[in-house]
């Protein structure tokens, strides 16, 4: 969403250049968040014009119920928030059905303890560092140490191969710090390669820089 969409072309090959691991599509629905953003035939639309993986963030009511109206599969990733569904397990379990990565989300008033129970269906969390809806807010402080909290139970748990991804204002500078609490996967926006600040293969360069 942070993409100029009269430009896309020319955003994917820079991606496919510096490869970029996944394309972060947020899907909003006016009822989860008060927002519209992208949907189905956007995903399907990308899938046709490259091979870099999608990584569909669902921000949407009951998210199970309408999994099928998206096309991912082996290699892609999708996020469900723990709020936005009273079958967590289910859509979960759905995703992974499919040969997708399955993470679950959660923003930022969300206790990590919500998942208790359900670490085993997840490939990784994915932590809200501002409330989802809009691209430009600043960061919650405490999504950082929600960052280190995860990390520590995926540790205790022994879970080594589960990761967390993080979401919301993650500048340059932010980055640094969301890396040190445990962050794996970042999710890029207008704070950082989408600032205008510098063209986007340089802003690229710097961030996997910054986040070593
Ligand atoms: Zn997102």
Redesign the pocket.
């Known amino acids: 969403?942070c993409a100029d969409i009269l430009k896309l072309s020319e955003t994917l090959r820079i991606f496919e250049k510096t490869g970029i691991e996944y394309l972060?599509?947020?899907i909003m629905d006016g009822y989860f968040v008060p927002n519209f953003t992208l949907g189905t035939d956007y995903c399907k639309a990308l899938k046709k014009a490259t091979n870099i993986p999608l990584?569909i963030?669902l921000?949407i009511n009951s998210p199970e119920s309408k999994l099928d109206w998206f096309e991912f599969g082996e290699g892609d990733m999708v996020?469900v928030h723990a709020e936005s569904t009273d079958n967590l397990r289910e859509a979960l379990a759905a995703i992974g059905k499919r040969g997708a990565k399955a993470y679950a989300?959660l923003n930022p008033s969300t206790p990590v303890s919500s998942l208790d129970g359900i670490l085993d269906e997840i490939d990784g969390v994915?932590v809200?560092a501002v409330n989802?809806g809009f691209a430009g807010q600043k960061m919650i402080p405490s999504a950082l140490g929600k960052i280190t909290e995860m990390k520590r139970i995926f540790k205790e748990k022994g879970f080594t191969d589960k990761e967390i991804e993080v979401?919301?204002n993650v500048s340059f500078e932010n980055a640094v710090k969301m890396r040190e609490a445990g962050a794996d996967i970042f999710?890029a926006?207008t704070s950082s390669i989408f600032s205008n600040d510098l063209p986007l293969e340089e802003g690229i360069a710097k961030f996997r820089k910054v986040i070593g």
């Open positions: 969403m972060h599509i947020d990584d963030h921000m996020s989300a994915l809200m989802p979401d919301g999710v926006g």
